[in-house]
């Protein structure tokens, strides 16, 4: 009987060596050596790139050789007028655009949501679509749609006697049709997000708003709101900084015109960079953005954030 009980020690001993020897010096190793290329890749394409540009927004170019100018390329941006255009286009799209398209994102979650709605997976299907599409590519298809002379829309506009629109000629329009265009692309993306949060709020909570007497309206703003609250924290956050970096659709449509009308942020980076080849500018500018995008993002946290 002692052998017998004895048996299991033996055995054990060499899984206990085997456990000692992979907590030694390799096996805590082995956990850092698996993420390293993840790491050395992220040192190099996101870390040196980010580092470098820094460096370049405190250099200047003259006569192809990069000069230390400190932050000149700074103060320049106080005296840049289309500096300041693209900043107000950027800010009056996200002042206006931003909070009608998560206005209609909301109320499209909640249609998809509703039990009453038959085939909703279909709807939340072309609801998502858009977002799928290519930037390069939807915004070619909307310069055709919205060509005032060609153009679809103008077309169906003048079978009911309008005359055609100057959609992406006239600075009011073009900032119309940007707006529209974004909105288009990216409602169903963020009614998605507030669908999924919504689709946790408790049943519960509604039948006890009934009980209490709530009509739809009053079940919607104390009950639906407060449940989505993260979704829409987070949608607007994504949507700030999108709407901040925005570049593909203004560029496509527009190229920043008419008269520097939807001249955005991004735009003027690109054309600075890319156009002027005056990179440490551009650097800067990038710079100034992402202080921007940092601040908006802490304002936001705290007004949108949990409070308790």
């Known amino acids: ?13 060499p899984l206990a060596a085997a456990g000692a020897k992979r907590g030694g010096p390799r096996g805590r190793l082995a956990p850092y050596l698996f993420i390293l290329p993840a790491l050395v890749l992220f040192a190099a394409f996101k870390l040196y790139p980010i580092g470098w540009s820094f460096v370049l927004s405190l250099h200047k170019t003259v006569g192809g050789v990069d000069t230390f100018v400190g932050g000149e390329n700074y103060r320049r941006l106080v005296d840049d007028p289309l500096f300041w255009t693209a900043l107000k286009n950027t800010a009056v799209v996200l002042a206006v655009q931003v909070p009608v398209m998560l206005a209609l994102a909301t109320g ?3 249609a998809l949501n509703s039990a009453i709605l038959h085939g909703r997976s279909v709807f939340r299907l072309g609801f998502f679509l858009p977002m799928v599409t290519g930037l390069v590519a939807y915004g070619i298809m ?48 963020n009614a998605v ?35 989505l609250r993260p979704a829409l924290l987070l949608t607007t956050v994504l949507s700030t900084i999108g709407t901040l970096q925005l570049f593909d659709e203004p560029y496509i449509l527009t190229g920043g015109g008419p008269d520097n009308a939807t001249l955005t942020i991004g735009v003027y980076l690109y054309q600075t960079a890319f156009k002027y080849f005056d990179f440490g500018y551009a650097s800067a500018i990038a710079y100034v953005l992402a202080v921007l995008i940092g601040l908006l993002g802490i304002v936001q946290f705290r007004v949108l954030g949990d409070r308790s």
């Open 193 to 227: 997000i507030l669908l999924a949060r919504l689709q946790t709020v408790p049943a519960e909570l509604y039948d006890a708003a009934a009980v209490d007497g709530a009509g739809p309206w009053h079940s919607f703003r104390h009950v639906t709101l407060p449940g």
């Open 1 to 13: 009987m002692s052998a017998v009980l004895h048996k299991p020690s033996t055995v054990s001993e």
């Open 108 to 110: 499209l979650a909640v």
């Open 142 to 189: 909307f310069s055709v749609l919205l060509h005032q002379e060609y153009g679809l829309v103008n077309w169906f506009l003048g079978l009911f006697g309008s005359d055609g629109i100057p959609w992406l000629t006239d600075p009011l329009w073009a900032k119309i049709s940007i707006g529209l265009v974004l909105t288009w692309h990216y409602t169903g993306y």
